[in-house]
C-alpha cells in the first residue's frame, strides 16, 4: 500500500494522500453542501470520507460518488474523516440496475450487507471487494435472475467473512446423511443433530445453495422457481442470524472477564 501513498510538505504540516478504486456503500448529509461517503475500496478496506461542496448544481464530484458507482478516489488523510480530492468514474453501475427494480433492489441488498458485514475501516477486504464488483456486474449484465445473483453473494460473501454454512455434510458431527437445514447448527444437519424446528428442505433447493456458493451457474440457472423461493427464504434467515448474531457475540467477548 506504501506505494499509493504519497507525503506532501505544506504550511500546515504534513498531509497524507492516496489513492485507490472502491465501490461507493452509502453516502450521507454533512451540513449544507457536503457528504460523507462510505466505499469499500480495493487496497485500504472500508473507508468514509468527506466529499466537499458535492451538493451543490456546480459540483465536479457530485453525480460520481452515488451508490453503486465503481470510482477511482484520491483523499488526503484527516484527522477524523478522509477528505476525497479526485474522483473518475470507472463503472456507474446504478445506471443499469435504477431501470430495473428487482436488481435495483438486489443491488441495495448487496452494498448493505457488503457495509455491514466489514465492520472494521482501514482493514483490506480485497475478496469482499472482488465479491462486490463481480455481484454488481453480474446484475448490471443481467445474465441470470436477480434474486440467484444476491443470493450466491450473499452466501459468497458470508463465507468470506467466515461463516460458509456446511451444505454437503452435517454441521455438527460431518455425517453425509443429511436431513434438514439448522441456522443455529451453522447448516445442514443429519437426524442426529437436527435440533427442534430445524427446516426440512428438498434436496434439490440445498443443490442449489450449494450451486450458489460455489459459483456453478449451469445448476443454478436449471433450478426451478419453488427451489429458488426455499433456497432464498433459507438464505436470508441464515444471513440476517449471522448479521445479529455476529454483532452480539462480539459484544459478548469484548465484555468476558478476564480470567
Ligand atoms: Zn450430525
Known sequence: MEA???????????????????????THKLGEADRIITVLTKRT?????????VRRTSSR??????????????????????????????????????ADYPRY??????????????????EPALRQFLLLVGGLRALAAAEHEARLVLDAYFLRSLAVAGYAPALDACA????????????????????NCRPAGAAVP?????????????????????S?????TECSGLVAAYLQWHLEHGIRSLRHVEREPAT
Request: charged share 25%; net charge positive.
Open 4 to 26: 499509493f501513498h504519497a507525503g506532501l510538505q505544506t504550511k500546515l504540516g504534513k498531509v497524507s494522500l492516496y489513492r485507490d478504486e472502491g465501490v461507493v456503500l452509502r
Open 45 to 53: 478496506g472500508k473507508i468514509r470520507g468527506v466529499a466537499k461542496g
Open 61 to 98: 464530484f457530485g453525480a460520481r460518488l452515488e451508490p453503486f458507482t465503481h470510482v477511482d478516489l484520491q483523499l488526503h488523510t484527516g484527522r477524523t474523516l478522509d477528505v476525497v480530492t479526485q474522483v473518475e468514474t470507472i463503472r456507474p453501475y446504478g445506471e443499469a440496475l435504477v
Open 105 to 122: 433492489t438486489a443491488g441495495v441488498a448487496m452494498l448493505e450487507t457488503a457495509d455491514r458485514l466489514i465492520a472494521g475501516e482501514k
Open 172 to 191: 455438527r458431527c460431518q455425517a453425509t446423511s443429511v436431513r434438514a437445514f439448522a441456522i443455529v447448527a451453522g447448516g445442514v444437519v443429519c437426524g
Open 202 to 222: 428438498e434436496g434439490e433447493t440445498l443443490a442449489l445453495m450449494l450451486a450458489l456458493l460455489k459459483g456453478d451457474w449451469a445448476v443454478a440457472d436449471a
Open 224 to 228: 426451478e422457481a419453488r427451489h429458488r
